[in-house]
């Protein structure tokens, strides 16, 4: 049973009926989804989502969805697990990282594409659409062909290769755009006027499919015992799962998941060739100047966010920071977390550490804060982010000699 009431614009509060809308017809504002907590509440406890499967499926009463099995591919209840050896490198203390590098297609965008493409069918869709960066390719194309829809994917023509071949590799009609994934963006919004039969998960249905990325807080609540983190540093591409994460901590207290008022900092991490929100924070104005993005973080190259300003007040009313990292300090700190905590991610992961290092460099986050980070997505699809500084130490003939002395090389 979904407990949805409705959807409501964010801006004129206006309110619509829960169907396939994303903008207000008043004010073009976004929409959201308006449910009725007070009957969660009376239905949901912790006992009751321990009993739920081990997935986001056991938040389904804070969703806009209901699981049939159909679309499922076992997205979330990623890891939560202790960095000591990071946090101490850091300059840290208790601080945590979110693995989302685990999910079933490698990235949190599982979480999501489930919770949209659930409601999808049950609104009698057949066709799953998306614009994408990379990442949302992969899981729509997954989840699509999980339940058996046709899947139209559009990504920009310059994505890494293995974004496109683990995309590809789940039969949709594939659609590379030459130009960035703005202009994706925008072919999109315009395809899905002329073809209402299909469901764009971040266009029609970008309603529905936000709401997934609130259960990266209610999971993170949940393994810290139901408490929330004092501090908690989230990738920024349009915005759209940092303003959730902010409001799943609150949804956890108003239907008593959660026993105190939660006080969550929320900080933003963006790479420099691509800092629209994290400029507008440093320069102090609450507008989001749309930028020509340039940067190895191919998954947060969004030049124009559409939940930007969200993202932005949510930062701001936090009191958290937000920063913009280099391509360099990117792949500085994919190493960095690979050689101290044993995980992998990819280049938005290195944007999330190389932030977070920044951040605590300059006292924002700070070392008495129980501090969670969110790796969003796996290494394997970047890879050429970090190939040419990851290389065989040494490369030797098949003997003992050879081995000696090249290991005398390197330990020397
Ligand atoms: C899409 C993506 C993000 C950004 O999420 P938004 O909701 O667009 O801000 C972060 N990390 C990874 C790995 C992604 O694929
Ligand atoms: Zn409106």
Same mark, same amino acid.
């Given at each position: ?14 309110? %619509? ?10 004010? !073009? ?7 009725? =907590? ?5 239905? @949901? ?19 806009? +969805?209901?699981? &049939? ?18 946090? +101490? ?10 693995? &989302? ?66 995309? +590809?590799? =789940? ?11 703005? &202009? ?33 807080? %209610? ?39 959660? &026993? ?20 507008? %924070? ?12 340039? @940067? ?54 290195? /944007? ?7 951040? +605590?460099?300059?006292? /924002? ?37 050879? %081995?000696?002395?090249? !290991?005398?090389? /390197?330990?020397?």
């Amino acid at each position: 049973m979904s407990f949805v009431q409705g959807l409501k614009c964010r801006e004129c509060h206006h309110a %619509f009926p829960a169907e396939a809308l994303h903008v207000c017809e008043w004010c !073009f504002g976004p929409l959201e989804v308006v449910y009725d =907590y007070e009957a969660i509440a009376g239905a @949901t406890s912790r006992e009751t989502i321990a009993a739920g499967p081990p997935s986001i499926w056991r938040y389904a009463n804070l969703l806009p +969805a209901v699981n &049939d099995g159909a679309v499922d591919l076992g997205a979330g209840f990623t890891p939560l697990v202790r960095a000591d050896r990071l946090a +101490a490198e850091l300059g840290l203390g208790e601080l945590w990282l979110k693995n &989302d590098t685990l999910n079933p297609t490698g990235s949190f965008k599982d979480r999501v594409v489930s919770v949209a493409l659930a409601r999808a069918r049950a609104m009698g869709f057949k066709v799953a659409a998306c614009a994408s960066t990379g990442n949302l390719a992969n899981s729509v194309a997954a989840h699509a062909a999980r339940a058996g829809m046709r899947h139209v994917v559009f990504i920009p023509a310059d994505l890494e290769a293995g974004k496109v071949v683990t995309t +590809a590799v =789940y039969g949709p009609t594939l659609i590379a755009v030459d130009g960035s994934y703005d &202009d994706v963006n925008r072919l999109c919004a315009e395809l899905a006027s002329e073809q209402p039969t299909w469901a764009f998960v971040n266009v029609n249905l970008r309603t529905y499919y936000a709401e997934g990325s609130k259960t990266l807080a %209610f999971e993170t609540a949940e393994q810290l015992g139901w408490e929330a983190p004092d501090h908690v540093v989230v990738p920024v591409g349009s915005g759209s799962q940092l303003t959730k994460i902010a409001r799943g901590f609150r949804e956890l207290y108003k239907v008593g998941l959660l &026993d105190e008022e939660p006080h969550v900092r929320i900080s933003g991490a963006q790479a420099e060739g691509c800092s629209p929100v994290a400029t507008a %924070f440093n320069e102090g104005h609450d507008y989001i100047r749309p930028v020509k993005p340039k @940067t190895i973080a191919k998954s947060l190259a969004i030049g124009n966010p559409a939940d930007g300003p969200y993202a932005l007040d949510e930062v701001k009313r936090s009191g958290g920071g937000l920063e913009a990292v280099s391509d360099s300090e990117i792949v500085d700190s994919m190493l960095l977390l690979a050689r101290t905590e044993g995980i992998f991610a990819e280049t938005a992961g290195g /944007v999330t550490i190389a932030t977070l290092a920044r951040l +605590a460099a300059k006292g /924002v986050v700070r070392s008495d804060e129980r501090v969670v980070a969110y790796i969003t997505g796996a290494g394997l699809k970047t890879i050429e982010a970090v190939a040419p500084v990851c290389r065989p130490t040494a490369t030797i003939a098949p003997t003992m000699d050879a %081995f000696a002395a090249a !290991f005398e090389g /390197v330990e020397g």
